[in-house]
T-cell receptor
Framework: GAVVSQHPSRVICKSGTSVKIECRSL??????MFWYRQFPKQSLMLMAT?????????EQGVEKDKFLINHASLTLSTLTVTSAHPEDSSFYIC??????????????FGPGTRLTVL | GQQLNQSPQSMFIQEGEDVSMNCTSS?????WLWYKQDPGEGPVLLIA?????ELTSNGRLTAQFGITRKDSFLNISASIPSDVGIYFC????????????FGTGTRLTIIP
């Protein structure tokens, strides 16, 4: 149980284009999903917390207009990188948490999406 | 912001050796989690700790939640080639706070 998928697994795009990444919880409902970014040889850095049916909460320094998050259902959250630039190239990882919002349930991670912006 | 420091940063060991790594924080954490990440993959949960002093095992892995709630360690006994990867500690700093803070990671390499 507790499987989280991401699509696509890797994407290469031209500078200025927008890229959408999907995160799905396959066998449980996730009221809360999280989006992380990981640069090479570094740890995971939280970008935003996404709650189903409400606006995402962004971490300090993360531009909400650039990284659009939609959590339209209990099993799907999407991250759209708008007008991507080479510095946005990174490994984007989502996680999903089961249970009620506000708890400290375990986060299960997706396999990640490698974004390369040319 | 809060930070979790892991040590060592990297380890080079021979197959069969035991491994020990730890994670420390300047502030109290209410849960400690240990994840393993393989190259190009997302982190996979190894062990979750919820109470100070708790000692939990998962096969060859053993982890403990420090009494002060500011540290945790992970031991791997009799290492095998598939143990290679990056190990991250992570924790929740406040009860009810969903956000996880990740450690800096320990890269484990097994020398043939």
């Amino acid at each position: 149980g507790a499987v989280v998928s991401q699509h696509p697994s890797r994407v290469i795009c031209k500078s200025g284009t927008s890229v959408k990444i999907e995160c799905r919880s396959l066998d449980f409902q996730a009221t809360t999903m999280f989006w992380y970014r990981q640069f090479p040889k570094q740890s995971l850095m939280l970008m935003a917390t996404s709650n189903e049916g409400s606006k995402a909460t962004y971490e300090q320094g993360v531009e909400k207009d650039k990284f659009l998050i939609n959590h339209a259902s209990l099993t799907l959250s999407t991250l759209t990188v708008t007008s991507a630039h080479p510095e946005d190239s990174s490994f984007y990882i989502c996680s999903a948490e089961s249970g009620t919002s506000g708890g400290t349930d375990t986060q299960y991670f997706g396999p990640g999406t490698r974004l390369t912006v040319l | 912001g809060q930070q979790l420091n892991q040590s060592p940063q990297s380890m080079f060991i021979q197959e069969g050796e035991d491994v020990s790594m730890n994670c420390t924080s300047s502030s109290i954490f209410n849960t400690w989690l240990w994840y393993k990440q393989d190259p190009g993959e997302g982190p996979v949960l190894l062990i979750a700790l919820y109470k100070a002093g708790e000692l939990t095992s998962n096969g060859r892995l053993t982890a403990q939640f420090g009494i002060t709630r500011k540290d945790s360690f992970l031991n791997i006994s009799a290492s095998i080639p598939s143990d290679v990867g990056i190990y991250f500690c992570a924790g929740h700093s406040n009860f009810g706070n969903e956000k996880l803070t990740f450690g800096t990671g320990t890269r484990l390499t097994i020398i043939p």
